[in-house]
């Protein structure tokens, strides 16, 4: 369902099949599909597998990871090698899977200097959690959590103090962000937290159950940084520094 959010609100926003093919790492035809049923609406009217007619999980997708493993260590490696090197892993399907697949994962070469994205306004926000340890005048001291967002293009800030780290506080923070935003933007960026992300099997995301019905309610669409590169998030992450530094 995340998914379909996504896709759907990329959609809106304008981006074409293509774009949000390779955004949302499934194929045009599954995007074409998707974009004719109708919106989510409620828990209830959710598809269910057996609307959605799903059968046996595609075997490619179940090497989705060892797929980007390769390509991260060797961007420029021959399609055919790469669908070579996952039958030596035990993959069985066509290579038509496996090009489609390489298509959307292998790292896009940098088009010349690095230049700061910015997007467009209301695109994206950046979001993380924070803390500090704080010592008071009659010498005790205690940790303080914060949960800062800031939003990409305007560089607008919210910090507010949380009690923990925890799915509900990170829920409460996000939605008073999106507040003080005054609307919710059309992406929002995070790491890879437990309150966020249970876990990852052959390259699918396991959610947290109480996490997700947030974006899919709210009508917003989750990127994750890839695991240990929080720079991916630099904006905030400048924030929670500046936070830190001046407490």
């Not at 990409?152 to 910090?159: A, F, P, Q």
């Not at 992300?197 to 947290?208: A, Q």
Request: charged share 25%.
């Amino acid at each position: 369902m995340l998914d379909r959010v996504r896709i759907w609100t990329l959609r809106e926003a304008g981006h074409t099949l293509e774009e949000i093919a390779a955004t949302v790492g499934v194929g045009k035809r599954s995007v074409q599909r998707i974009l004719k049923e109708p919106p989510i609406a409620s828990p209830e009217s959710a598809p269910t597998p057996e609307s959605r007619r799903i059968g046996r999980p595609s075997q490619v997708e179940a090497l989705r990871a060892d797929a980007e493993r390769i390509l991260e260590a060797e961007p420029l490696l021959p399609t055919v090698e790469v669908l070579s090197r996952l039958r030596s892993l035990g993959y069985t399907g066509g290579k038509s899977a496996v090009y489609e697949l390489v298509r959307v994962v292998r790292p896009k070469p940098g088009p010349g200097p690095e230049v700061r994205f910015e997007g467009v306004p209301g695109e994206f926000s950046q979001h993380d959690f924070g803390s500090v340890n704080v010592t008071y005048a009659d010498g005790s001291g205690e940790k303080i959590h914060f949960f800062a967002s800031r939003l990409k293009y305007s560089r607008w800030t919210h910090v507010v103090v949380v009690p923990d780290e925890k799915v509900e506080p990170l829920i409460r923070a996000l939605l008073k962000a999106f507040e003080s935003f005054g609307g919710v933007p059309l992406r929002a960026v995070f790491d890879n937290p437990k309150t966020i992300v249970i876990g990852r099997t052959n390259g699918v995301i396991e959610w947290n159950a109480t996490f997700v019905h947030v974006p899919v309610d709210y009508g917003f669409g989750v990127e994750l940084c890839w695991p240990r590169r929080a720079n991916q998030k630099g904006s905030v992450e400048n924030l929670v520094g500046w936070v830190k530094g001046s407490c």
